[in-house]
T-cell receptor, first 111, second 113 residues
Framework: DAKTTQPPSMDCAEGRAANLPCNHSTISGNEYVYWYRQIHSQGPQYIIHGLKNNETNEMASLIITEDRKSSTLILPHATLRDTAVYYCIVRADNYGQNFVFGPGTRLSVLP | EAQVTQNPRYLITVTGKKLTVTCSQNMNHEYMSWYRQDPGLGLRQIYYSMNVEVTDKGDVPEGYKVSRKEKRNFPLILESPSPNQTSLYFC????????????FGPGTRLTVT
């Protein structure tokens, strides 16, 4: 699976958009980009995933560059409850094997 | 309510005393998985199961066993726990494989002395 690079931490003002970047320059054509988040020590929560098209759901938007070497997770109106560690994971459809979470980005939403 | 449950949530035990952490899901998911989370190492997969009676090793399977006799349950067994298995453990499930949204349990904090 391709390696991902995320900033270790970011701040965002409450009510503003939070843009979390992820670099995955070695991504292969069959690898998906996934985003999960973990609030404190709770179980991780799925946010969104995509292959090459931009995706949007009720939680966030995922923007993948045309060359697929990077992506951005957008939380359109961040709230204090969005403070969490956000994980960007790139992997092929390996049906379960070795799904690894890296260190992620610690997002702090400030009042 | 759709959920993944784990028991116990907290456990302190001694080296060598066999223990089982239970995991159950009520969503009729085929795929289930166990992870451990350690400071500085992130979440790492221990074992996963694609369906009943189908299990396979993840990234860090040493010292652990699993079984999948029923679709809803996926217990994690530590036959002879050691202090290096002190960790936060999460169970997860998804519809079919990890390409689908994985639902995680609340976690089990295990301390082995």
């Amino acid at each position: 699976d391709a390696k991902t690079t995320q900033p270790p931490s970011m701040d965002c003002a409450e009510g503003r958009a939070a843009n979390l970047p992820c670099n995955h320059s070695t991504i292969s054509g069959n690898e998906y980009v996934y985003w999960y988040r973990q609030i404190h020590s709770q179980g991780p929560q799925y946010i969104i995933h995509g292959l090459k098209n931009n995706e949007t759901n009720e939680m966030a938007s995922l923007i993948i560059t045309e060359d697929r070497k990077s992506s951005t997770l957008i939380l359109p109106h961040a709230t204090l409850r969005d403070t969490a560690v956000y994980y960007c994971i790139v992997r092929a459809d390996n049906y379960g094997q070795n799904f690894v979470f890296g260190p992620g980005t610690r997002l702090s939403v400030l009042p | 309510e759709a959920q993944v449950t784990q028991n116990p949530r907290y456990l302190i035990t001694v080296t060598g005393k066999k223990l089982t952490v239970t995991c159950s899901q009520n969503m009729n998911h085929e795929y289930m998985s166990w992870y451990r989370q350690d400071p500085g190492l992130g979440l790492r997969q221990i074992y996963y199961s694609m369906n009943v009676e189908v299990t396979d090793k993840g990234d860090v399977p040493e010292g652990y066993k699993v079984s999948r006799k029923e679709k809803r349950n996926f217990p994690l067994i530590l036959e002879s726990p050691s202090p290096n298995q002190t960790s936060l453990y999460f169970c997860a499930s998804s519809l079919k494989g990890d390409r689908y949204e994985q639902y995680f349990g609340p976690g089990t904090r295990l301390t082995v002395t």
